[in-house]
């Protein structure tokens, strides 16, 4: 018998009981849509997690402030006040490979413009912090090294900001904003730039020249980070590891003595919440993958009940010639026919429900061509593992026996 012959036999025998058939495949369209679903959304959070990653820059370093202790007492990271603008002069001029540096320094204050007011993220930085994260002006311009060395009283809002203050699109360079007793005057406003690597909303600041966050709003001398970009990619660790070096002797630290400051690189920053969501997409897939084994024990169900019923038409077909191979084959093949067609209908619904994710919850998602190819045949690996023991149970009856069968 040809194999069209036999997957046309696998189909009419399968449709002689729609119902069942239908729900024999239910399991596995579910197992199938789930996985591609789980693997969908894990996909799609780690290419969310490279692009923050490739919008900030690939060869940026940041330089945060240390550990401080005091008595004994140890007051954790960032705590230290040991940073300074001299640190971030030295890194410039000593550190090869470096291209850019910028010093800075946040608080978190309340901005005020008529009867509008916001709480939000102050971020003193140089002039160089926009070449540093690829970040452009939507309107305006960044503030300049003139600013900077006057401490002037100007800022450039983040989107989010501008918004909430002067309403959405609008151009507010030239307006006048408080923060606490202070006037400061818009100069420009960023592009559009997102949620950053640790999901905050970088669009949700205003920037200002540290020296001003120093004098006019915190009143203090040292800096709490530099940011550093490399020349290149691949010489960021190698500069990270110079920078590290240098501030080492910059603060007077002798061998055995704790840093008292970070050197990270934002790869590194994101590895930690990349490896975290492959752990949990890797763990969802794993429960989504208990769906096909139930799918796949349905179908194993289904073939030995299908044997059971078909005991007289199985001695009948060996009685006229059909050897234990062919039988074997037929149920085999009538067990892949039932996983593939539930595996097809699983991979559309996956790929449907990933893409309504999207567009519904806004979560982003990933259906990757090798995700569905082997979602595809890992169902034609469970037709095949589950169907394969009621095909040698038909393949092994008694032609004379299954004759009698009532």
Sequence with gaps: MSLFMILRVAIKALGRNKMRTGLTMLGMIIGVA???????????????????????????????????????????????????????RAIREQVPGVQYVAAGTNTRTQVVFGNQNWSTRVQGTDVELPLIRFWPTEFGTFFSETDV?????????????????????????GQTIRLGKHPFKVIGVMAVKGPGSFGEDQDDTIFMPYTTVQKKLRGIRYIQSITVSAISAPETIAVSE????????????????????????????ASVRSETTRTMTSL?????????????IGIMNIMLVSVTERTREIGLRMAVGAKGKDVLF???????????FGGSIGIGLGVGL??????????????????????????????????????RKAASLDPIESLRFE
Excluded: C
């Excluded at 259906?367 to 009621?390: C, E, L, Q, R």
């Design 34 to 88: 789930a996985v591609i679903t789980m693997v969908a959304l894990g996909s799609g959070a780690q290419q969310s997690i490279e692009d923050q990653i490739k919008s900030a820059g690939t060869n940026m370093i940041t330089v945060s402030a240390g550990n401080w202790s005091s008595g004994g007492v140890r007051r954790g990271w960032g705590s230290a006040t040991t940073l300074s603008v001299d640190d971030a």
């Design 149 to 173: 060395a006057a401490a002037a009283k100007v800022a450039v809002l983040g989107t989010i900001v501008r918004d909430t203050l002067f309403g959405e699109g609008a151009d507010p360079v």
């Design 242 to 269: 110079e920078i590290a070096a240098l501030l080492r002797v910059q603060h007077g630290l002798i061998p055995g003595d704790e840093d008292d400051f970070r050197v990270r690189t934002l790869e590194e920053m």
């Design 284 to 296: 969802l897939a794993s429960i989504a993958g208990v769906s096909l084994l139930v799918g796949g």
């Design 330 to 340: 037929q149920f085999l093949v009538e067990a892949i026919v039932l996983s593939l």
């Design 354 to 391: 990933s893409r309504g994710i999207t567009q519904f919850l806004e979560w982003p998602t990933t259906v990757s061509p090798d995700a569905v190819v082997v979602a595809f045949g890992f169902a034609a690996i469970t037709g095949i593992f589950f169907g394969f023991y009621p095909a």
